[in-house]
């Protein structure tokens, strides 16, 4: 994500019928709070509703089955999912530095899912000069592929940091957008001190760049889908939008509009002009189903009540409610519909950024204060992947549990002190979501 972030630092006072979300049970206990120090990053937040439902709250639907969740019809869900599945060509404007040549190339598993997660993984880097986080030339994202040999981007000497990012899942994100702000920022305010999230706002880029609560991407790069499709199209594919207008460099050097460029546009044009692909994308996130779970049998329920009891769920919250329908979010640019509106997820993430002491080292939105944070894991779909954490080295859950520490230290050491039995349950359960 290459742009300036922008935080509101107001005060709120959250009426007590906002705090939707419980945590564990566990006292606090004595610890830093992860934003203090760091005006960048605020707990601030402009209200996006009352909060009060008048409708009756259901249950989200869920499946890996490529059918709507009620945001569209089925006909155009599938017309939205073409335009996510089409391949980029050289004459569409792909690069002239890109990662892939179609959404779906990075959002499909199970395999006749489109729009979940995989394997595969983005590379960052900069230099930490001992106070501040400086982005590589050309920004921290290092594109693995090019137009031609001569412009291909490689790590320069002097960014020791380093990192790759999975893949995340985009299913359910509809429903994830539809969360109030309020209700994120509560969660936070209820999780004990050395646990508590970091909240932050971002840029609405569809909106001027009013601020809303950060939901999206591993250091809560966005909060709407729409801002993380067009981010998305010019990160990943190189395909400038009226959101992004101006292709990615390669290494600092500005390539687009020239011999590697396929439409030879000039910074500022819009690549996507005549297909609108990013609201396609953004329809097709919104119509997708959350994930669905696995059997549940009496192990994965034991597994669950320890997975609660370790600690584990006061940052993989199991249940969030989405905002009454007709209430107005980002920034006034989206009105929650019904099929969106008055919804229990599942999401097991609080959509929150934290230090468990695996932070990448990289600043985007967030500020200095969240170098070493990243955004909680949601579990849902977990099941499907086979590399975990944000930078797919665990490939067992146990090795990701291993490698919790510093606000998760806690639960992590719970876990090892579990025994066998309720370890093996807990897994059940971590696999069955």
Request: glycine fraction near 12%; charge should be negative; aromatic fraction near 8%.
């Given at each position: 994500?290459?742009?300036?972030?922008?935080?509101?630092?107001?005060?709120?006072?959250?009426?007590?019928?906002?705090?939707?979300?419980?945590?564990?049970?566990?006292?606090?206990?004595?610890?830093?709070?992860?934003?203090?120090?760091?005006?960048?990053?605020?707990?601030?937040?402009?209200?996006?509703?009352?909060?009060?439902?008048?409708?009756?709250?259901?249950?989200?639907?869920?499946?890996?089955?490529n059918?709507?969740?009620?945001?569209?019809?089925?006909?155009?869900?599938?017309?939205?999912?073409?335009?996510?599945?089409?391949?980029?060509?050289?004459?569409?404007?792909?690069?002239?530095?890109?990662n892939?040549?179609?959404?779906?190339?990075?959002?499909?598993?199970?395999?006749?899912?489109?729009?979940?997660?995989?394997?595969?993984?983005?590379l960052?880097?900069?230099?930490?000069?001992?106070?501040?986080?400086?982005?590589?030339?050309?920004?921290?994202?290092?594109?693995?592929?090019?137009?031609?040999?001569?412009?291909?981007?490689?790590?320069?000497?002097?960014?020791?940091?380093?990192?790759f990012?999975?893949?995340l899942?985009?299913?359910?994100?509809?429903?994830?957008?539809?969360?109030?702000?309020?209700?994120?920022?509560?969660i936070?305010?209820?999780?004990?001190?050395?646990?508590?999230?970091?909240?932050?706002?971002?840029?609405?880029?569809?909106?001027?760049?009013?601020?809303?609560?950060?939901?999206?991407?591993?250091?809560?790069?966005?909060?709407?889908?729409?801002?993380?499709?067009?981010?998305?199209y010019?990160?990943?594919?190189?395909?400038?939008?009226?959101?992004?207008?101006?292709?990615?460099?390669?290494?600092?050097?500005?390539v687009?509009?020239g011999?590697?460029?396929?439409?030879?546009?000039?910074?500022?044009?819009?690549?996507?002009?005549?297909?609108?692909?990013?609201?396609?994308?953004?329809?097709?996130?919104?119509?997708?189903?959350?994930?669905?779970?696995?059997?549940?049998?009496?192990?994965?329920?034991?597994?669950?009540?320890?997975?609660?009891?370790?600690?584990?769920?006061?940052?993989?919250?199991?249940?969030?409610?989405?905002?009454?329908?007709?209430?107005?979010?980002?920034?006034?640019?989206?009105?929650?519909?019904?099929?969106?509106?008055?919804?229990?997820?599942?999401?097991?993430?609080?959509?929150?950024?934290?230090?468990?002491?695996?932070?990448?080292?990289?600043?985007?939105?967030?500020?200095?204060?969240?170098?070493?944070?990243?955004?909680?894991?949601p579990?849902?779909?977990?099941?499907?992947?086979?590399?975990?954490?944000?930078?797919?080295?665990?490939?067992?859950?146990?090795?990701?549990i291993?490698?919790?520490?510093?606000?998760?230290?806690?639960?992590?050491?719970?876990f090892?002190?579990?025994?066998?039995?309720?370890?093996?349950?807990?897994?059940?359960?971590?696999?069955?979501?």
């Amino acid at each position: 994500m290459k742009m300036f972030r922008q935080i509101v630092t107001t005060m709120l006072i959250l009426p007590t019928s906002l705090i939707l979300a419980s945590c564990s049970s566990q006292n606090d206990v004595a610890g830093a709070d992860p934003a203090a120090g760091d005006p960048g990053v605020g707990v601030a937040i402009s209200e996006e509703g009352s909060g009060v439902h008048v409708n009756a709250i259901t249950e989200a639907p869920s499946g890996f089955d490529n059918l709507t969740n009620g945001f569209s019809t089925q006909a155009a869900m599938d017309a939205a999912r073409d335009s996510f599945e089409t391949t980029e060509s050289f004459a569409d404007g792909i690069g002239p530095v890109f990662n892939n040549t179609s959404c779906v190339s990075c959002h499909q598993n199970p395999f006749f899912q489109t729009g979940t997660g995989s394997q595969i993984s983005e590379l960052r880097a900069g230099h930490f000069d001992g106070v501040n986080f400086i982005d590589h030339p050309g920004g921290s994202l290092i594109n693995d592929r090019a137009n031609d040999r001569s412009i291909q981007e490689h790590i320069l000497s002097g960014n020791e940091v380093r990192t790759f990012r999975t893949t995340l899942s985009l299913a359910g994100d509809g429903f994830v957008e539809s969360i109030d702000s309020n209700t994120l920022l509560a969660i936070s305010l209820n999780q004990p001190a050395a646990q508590r999230g970091t909240f932050i706002q971002v840029p609405v880029l569809e909106a001027g760049n009013a601020v809303r609560g950060a939901r999206f991407g591993w250091k809560n790069q966005h909060s709407t889908l729409l801002s993380f499709a067009g981010d998305a199209y010019v990160n990943e594919m190189g395909i400038t939008n009226r959101l992004f207008p101006t292709e990615n460099t390669s290494n600092g050097t500005v390539v687009q509009g020239g011999a590697f460029d396929g439409n030879k546009v000039e910074p500022g044009s819009n690549e996507d002009a005549a297909d609108n692909d990013i609201d396609n994308f953004t329809l097709f996130m919104r119509s997708m189903k959350a994930p669905p779970r696995g059997p549940i049998t009496a192990a994965v329920t034991a597994g669950q009540a320890s997975f609660t009891q370790f600690g584990c769920a006061v940052c993989h919250v199991a249940t969030i409610t989405t905002a009454p329908a007709g209430t107005v979010i980002n920034a006034g640019a989206f009105t929650v519909p019904a099929a969106l509106g008055d919804k229990n997820i599942h999401p097991f993430g609080d959509f929150l950024l934290h230090d468990i002491g695996t932070g990448d080292g990289i600043v985007q939105n967030g500020g200095q204060g969240t170098r070493n944070q990243v955004r909680t894991a949601p579990l849902w779909g977990l099941g499907s992947r086979t590399r975990f954490m944000h930078d797919g080295a665990s490939v067992t859950v146990s090795d990701a549990i291993a490698r919790h520490g510093n606000q998760a230290a806690t639960a992590r050491t719970n876990f090892n002190n579990g025994g066998a039995t309720a370890q093996a349950n807990v897994l059940a359960f971590i696999f069955s979501l």
